[in-house]
């Protein structure tokens, strides 16, 4: 029995998502394998090698590997894919675009968003916006993942010593091709790597509140921001900022949610959060029942007095 991670990289490092996904792995039994395809990705791949737990790196190259397109990346893992029970993703964008291809391709049905393994043929996700865990097993020969990071502890990067074996990947597919891309640029971390959170909902009430409330309290704590749907809805904050079930499932060790209700769909996206803390003036709105410590207060005196404090 052996999994077969694929790493989400630059073509320089590994991401984040992929130490928690290494972790989901091993926990299916067996050793664990990591795809690394890219383009020039040489260093990518030695940094896989260090991940503790990975018995073997496969590193493959080309151009066409360079930015991930589902078609290439797919037909790539299709083509190795009788090698291995189990084929790991972890649950971003890429990992989501590229998995239910392989399954439909392998005729075996997706595990997606796993939260748990509790055997190798059996795996606990959420279901209605995390109101409910099912537990779901599965009798297919291959098993198709995807890994919702945040019920993972990350693998440790270092430590391993794992060989990188450098194959002959699949030709070009010919059914995509890369045209461009427009990457926000922002000093702050990351949303989902983000070890604080400050996340603002719509009673801000504009943009500019938004950042004039927010940004310095941010600021002061080295955090991400955040923000809920209704607030990027409203034209408040970016997509790229919401988090919930629609948007992006986060777990810091500590999330700030200022005027931010907590309907069930936010909720879904941040209560595994190690602290949470809420501050919302109606004393009744439902982020305070996952709230660690809640202040019903007024946002706009209590976050500004919140930032000068610290």
Request: aromatic fraction near 4%.
């Amino acid at each position: 029995m052996t999994s077969l991670v694929i790493a989400e990289h630059d073509n320089a490092g590994i991401k984040p998502a992929t130490l928690n996904t290494v972790t989901a792995a091993a926990k299916c039994g067996g050793d664990v394998h990591v795809l690394v395809a890219g383009f020039n990705a040489a260093a990518a791949a030695q940094v896989a090698s260090q991940i503790a737990g990975v018995a073997k790196v496969i590193h493959v190259d080309g151009a066409h590997f360079e930015h991930g397109l589902a078609e290439n990346m797919a037909a790539q893992v299709l083509a190795m894919a009788s090698a291995y029970s189990h084929i790991l993703f972890p649950s971003t964008a890429s990992g989501k675009n590229i998995a239910p291809r392989v399954a439909a391709a392998l005729d075996v049905g997706q595990i997606s968003d796993i939260t748990q393994v509790d055997s190798p043929d059996t795996f606990e996700r959420p279901i209605y916006a995390g109101n409910a865990i099912a537990t779901v097993q599965s009798l297919d020969a291959v098993k198709v993942i995807t890994v919702r990071t945040t019920g993972f502890d990350p693998a440790a990067a270092t430590g391993g010593s794992a060989a990188v074996d450098v194959v002959t990947g699949v030709a070009d597919s010919g059914k995509s091709t890369f045209m461009g891309s427009e990457i926000a640029k922002s000093d702050r971390p990351e949303l989902t790597a983000a070890k604080i959170i400050v996340s603002g909902g719509r009673a801000l009430g504009s943009a500019e509140k938004f950042d004039e409330v927010m940004t310095p309290l941010a600021d002061k704590l080295g955090a991400a921001l955040g923000a809920s749907r209704a607030a990027v809805d409203a034209g408040y904050a970016p997509n790229d900022w919401q988090v919930g079930q629609t948007g992006k499932i986060v777990a810091p060790q500590l999330y700030i949610a200022a005027g931010i209700s907590g309907a069930i769909q936010h909720l879904a996206g941040m209560k595994d959060s190690k602290v949470i803390v809420a501050i919302n003036k109606d004393g009744e709105a439902p982020i305070f029942s996952v709230a660690d410590y809640g202040l019903e207060a007024d946002l706009f005196v209590a976050v500004p007095e919140l930032t000068a404090a610290l």
